[in-house]
């Protein structure tokens, strides 16, 4: 492999390789364009490729492939942009950018939809809510589908209708060859079981099948706040509250000071603040009773929790993520929500010092907990929550003192981690990779990359590394 920073600024002789037959846009340095292809949704990383190969469809993506590999390029692929240790953009390189190939078609009799790899999760809920279907992708509208899927895609929907990955039938994939092959339970079904949690790891997925599944056009959902001083009786009370609760029933918890939007009352602007946000899968007055113990519970300063179209609902967190603000996360699996657990929670949460940090814990379980751990590549389906301990600043202005938060708060749970979700790790080393699939499934990955991507030509993801561990 060339050392990325010898092929920038990369040769116009070079380039004229690709560029011949190429239907999409080839951005290099002094393009016009090239400034704002090479931003990720995450402002804190600020990487400059020697090329960016901006794909118009699957021509475009093998042609690109075969030039990284002919040319020994470093590779970085981009579906939405939001991995969030930057990981579909490099220094020097190629990166291949499927961001314009947005083709979804939905087959509402077969209940079926097929999504190209730079759609993004508002696009896909829109053409599928058009005939009340649905697939379970996940909470911002302005994530990738490709990434989020390939690493599994946690959701709203999952208690009911899975992980992403559950409801996936079929891929297109380019290999590191530069061949494009198909995967799904009766075709290269070693392959099918890698892309469903492996992440990028054994080829470009160009395309997608998903199964659709019915939700609301409507559903009650939304979130309900406290005061964070209530943060832990709210916490006791809920762990308790959806230990009983139906498979329809999903709940993130938020713990933030409360931001200065519309619907928030002026008074209660930067105060901190405990929220549990639900989404009820299922007929409105079938929620209303679940939800109703919750919202009857202390002394909610804020009850957002009402019908509203699924469409709104997905869209709830956008305003709260923005692109090119800093982030800095670290994520943990734990079983249970024990008072030690909420006692580490608060007392972190207390501190939260940037008006724009707000961690969601993700409630795991239901329909997605049942399917065997061996089933898919996806690591953790035992995993009572998901903590996915955000932190972000506007600018660099403040940006150290809130990794060092996330750092502590995560250091404080490590007694109680059980695994981690690989869409949420930074870049953390081989051994947190292991972590997230568990030795056995990391060992069948391995053996799988060497098959597909033997000289690791896409390495700039959650990086399964092809060579035999001793
Ligand atoms: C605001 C925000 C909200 C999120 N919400 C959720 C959520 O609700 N549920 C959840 O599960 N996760 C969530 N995540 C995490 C998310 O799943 C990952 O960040 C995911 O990687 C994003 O996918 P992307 O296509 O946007 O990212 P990119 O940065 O484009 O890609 C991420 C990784 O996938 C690889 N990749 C992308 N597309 C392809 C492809 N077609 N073929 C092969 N490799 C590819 C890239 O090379 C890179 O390694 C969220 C992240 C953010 C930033």
């Not at 890698?194 to 409507?218: A, C, H, K, Y």
Request: glycine letters at 12%; proline letters at 6%.
């Amino acid at each position: 492999m060339a050392d990325a920073t010898e092929l920038s600024p990369m040769g116009a002789l070079e380039i004229a390789g690709l560029r011949d037959g190429f239907r999409g846009e080839l951005l290099s340095p002094q393009d016009s364009g090239y400034e704002d292809a090479r931003k990720v949704w995450n402002g804190s990383i600020n990487r400059f490729p020697a090329l960016i190969a901006r794909c118009a469809g699957v021509a475009d993506v093998i042609a690109a492939v075969k030039f990284a590999k002919d040319n020994g390029l470093l590779v970085a692929v981009r579906g939405g942009g939001h991995s969030f240790p930057g990981l579909s953009v490099c220094d020097g390189g190629l990166v291949i950018d499927l961001s314009p190939m947005k083709g979804i078609r939905v087959d509402p009799e077969a209940r079926t939809v097929r999504a190209q790899a730079g759609v993004l999760l508002g696009e896909l809920d829109r053409e599928t809510q058009a005939f009340g279907l649905a697939v379970p992708s996940g909470i911002v509208t302005h994530t990738g589908l490709s990434g989020l899927a390939l690493g599994g895609g946690i959701n709203w929907l999952m208690r009911k209708y899975g992980l992403t990955v559950d409801q996936l039938l079929s891929v297109d994939l380019v290999t590191a060859e530069g061949e494009l092959v198909k995967a799904s339970v009766s075709e290269n079904a070693d392959l099918f079981w890698g892309v469903r949690g492996g992440g990028g790891n054994f080829g470009i997925v160009t395309d997608f099948e998903f199964r659709l599944n019915p939700v609301g056009p409507s559903v009650l959902a939304g979130p309900i706040f406290w005061l964070m001083e209530e943060s832990p009786n709210v916490l006791r009370f809920y762990r308790e509250w959806i230990a009983e609760a139906p498979d329809e029933l999903m709940t993130i918890v938020i713990h933030r000071k409360a931001p200065p939007l519309p619907f928030v009352p002026r008074e209660l602007h930067g105060k901190l603040v405990v929220g549990v946000v639900c989404c009820y899968a299922g007929p409105i007055e079938d929620g209303e009773k679940v939800v109703k113990p919750l919202k009857e519970f202390g002394s909610p300063v804020l009850d957002l929790c009402a019908p509203k179209p699924f469409l709104a609902h997905q869209a709830m967190f956008d305003a709260s993520y923005q692109h090119g603000w800093w982030y800095y996360m670290r994520a943990c699996d734990v079983a249970e929500l024990t008072d030690d657990v909420i006692d580490i929670t608060v007392e972190h949460s207390l501190r939260i010092n940037s008006p724009l940090t707000a961690f969601p814990i993700w409630q795991r379980g239901g329909a997605a907990g049942r399917v065997g751990e061996d089933e898919t590549a996806f690591g953790g389906r035992g995993a009572g929550y998901t903590f996915n301990i955000t932190a972000a600043t506007e600018t660099a202005e403040g940006f150290d003192e809130e990794r060092e938060w996330v750092r502590d708060f995560w250091s404080a749970l490590e007694p109680y981690h059980m695994g981690v979700y690989v869409n949420f790790l930074m870049e953390e080393g081989e051994g947190r990779i292991r972590q997230a699939y568990g030795a056995k499934k990391y060992d069948r990955l391995k053996a799988l990359k060497r098959r597909y991507d033997p000289d690791n030509l896409f390495r700039l993801n959650q990086n399964i590394r092809p060579d035999v561990t001793v």
